[in-house]
């Protein structure tokens, strides 16, 4: 009897010790991991058929190592994007933006009034993807995302 006892009391430890460890990643950790100078490393237009299958991905012009996205520690962010305004001369031009963290895997970038819901993908020391939706999804429609894939 003594030997269940213990058995279940160190079961009950265990299922504690792995509880806290899932209560310990929350929005705010999230939020931490994501603050900081982050680099294109590529763009894509995903496009799924109402089954949720991938039809199509195509590649978007990004400057690797150029264009960033840099996400600040008082819940706003700022693009820097390349673009061609003449035959090999760019210019750089600047958005600024809040964005809101609302889950472990769900974020919205907000510019001028406008919200696009985001979802992450991957999230490490070194590399941050994460999807957004083109327009709200439908159920049984076909659909489009953009994955942006940086690094620090």
């Known amino acids: 009897m003594l030997k269940n006892l213990r058995f279940l009391f160190l079961i009950a ?7 806290c460890k899932k209560g310990d990643q929350s929005t ?3 939020k931490e ?29 990004a400057l690797v190592n150029s264009d960033n996205i840099t996400f600040k520690a008082d819940d706003s962010f700022t693009t820097v994007l390349r673009q ?7 210019e750089s031009v600047t958005t600024n ?5 609302s889950s472990l895997s769900r974020f919205t970038l907000t510019v001028q009034g406008a919200t696009v819901n985001c979802t992450l993908k991957s999230l490490t ?7 957004m939706e083109v327009a709200p999804k439908v159920t049984g429609q076909p659909y489009s995302l953009i994955e942006h894939s940086l690094h620090r």
């Open 84 to 90: 061609e305004v003449e035959t090999n001369k760019f």
């Open 33 to 61: 991991q994501l603050v900081d100078k982050w680099f294109y490393t590529s763009v894509y237009l995903k496009e799924y058929d109402r089954n949720e299958k991938l039809t199509k991905s195509t590649q978007l012009p």
């Open 28 to 30: 705010s950790g999230l």
């Open 13 to 19: 430890i265990s299922i504690l010790a792995l509880s």
């Open 125 to 131: 020391s070194a590399e941050l993807i994460f999807t």
């Open 97 to 101: 933006g809040t964005y809101k963290v």
